[in-house]
């Protein structure tokens, strides 16, 4: 079974809303400290888009803050709520989780490494 699995994403007009969802693998579930997306759009760097602490802290790119909700319904499923999209939100979403706690650090200076497992990514498409 892979370790995380993704669903949800899609294509859909400039204001509309999207839902990802993401399961943890059973194994890996109850030793997993954060869990979030990550997002890369063509010719950009991936970035960090919301994170979920196992304690239920969350934490935002400034970007998409006000917009996005990140919510978990227990340790093993996961969800990222999208409203109010816009084409700068087209990419290529990652569902990502890590065994190791997060401490506070702000989602921009997390490294990639920092997460062990990741998801298949799922496409998010948003015309205009």
């Known amino acids: 079974q892979a370790p995380l699995v993704e669903s949800g994403g899609g294509a859909v007009q400039a204001g509309g809303s999207l839902k990802l969802s993401c399961t943890i693998a059973s194994e890996y579930a109850y030793r997993t400290f954060c869990m979030g997306w990550f997002r890369q759009a063509p010719g950009k760097e991936r970035e960090g888009v919301a994170l979920i602490d196992s304690d239920g802290s969350t934490a935002y790119a400034d970007s998409v803050k006000g917009r996005f909700s990140i919510s978990k319904d227990n340790q093993k499923d996961f969800s990222l709520q999208m409203n109010s999209l816009n084409a700068e939100d087209t990419a290529m979403y990652y569902c990502?989780?890590?065994?190791?706690?997060?401490?506070?650090?702000?989602?921009?200076?997390?490294?990639?490494?920092?997460?062990?497992?990741w998801g298949q990514g799922t496409q998010v498409t948003v015309s205009s």
């Open positions: 990502v989780a890590s065994r190791a706690p997060r401490y506070g650090t702000p989602i921009q200076n997390l490294e990639d490494q920092y997460f062990d497992l």
